[in-house]
């Protein structure tokens, strides 16, 4: 069983920056692709961005494009998540997501290709 803890969400003015943070319990992250959501209230999840395992190769949303980088480090076992020029669309609960189910060499934006998920943070950007 992997544990997922997100921390760094918070409430931010439109156009600036905040840093996620996922943190999870297994010692074979490296071995799983990761990626984060997010849910709007009223709305249904949507993928926001994946990395690979050994983190070369990264995916995104059209809409955060550009502004939104997805990093990893796994000595630490933690994935990030940099959100610059924030927008107050961008407020939603994020999660982050790993897979122990499909290869760490690819990268993953359904939903259904996770199988462990954090607990979500807010973040909410006021206009």
């Known amino acids: 069983q992997v544990q997922l803890v997100e921390s760094g969400g918070g409430l931010v003015q439109a156009g600036g920056s905040l840093r996620l943070s996922c943190a999870a319990s297994d010692r074979t992250f490296s071995s799983y692709a990761m990626g984060w959501f997010r849910q709007a209230p009223g709305k249904e999840r949507e993928f926001v961005a994946t990395i690979t395992g050994s983190g070369g190769n990264t995916d995104y949303a059209d809409s955060v494009k550009g502004r939104f980088a997805i990093s990893r480090d796994n000595a630490k076992n933690t994935v990030y998540l940099q959100m610059n020029s924030l927008k107050p669309e961008d407020t939603a609960v994020y999660y982050c997501?790993?897979?122990?189910?499909?290869?760490?060499?690819?990268?993953?934006?359904?939903?259904?290709?996770?199988?462990?998920w954090g607990q979500g943070t807010q973040v909410t950007v006021s206009s």
């Open positions: 997501a790993l897979t122990t189910a499909y290869s760490a060499n690819y990268y993953y934006t359904r939903e259904y290709e996770y199988n462990y």
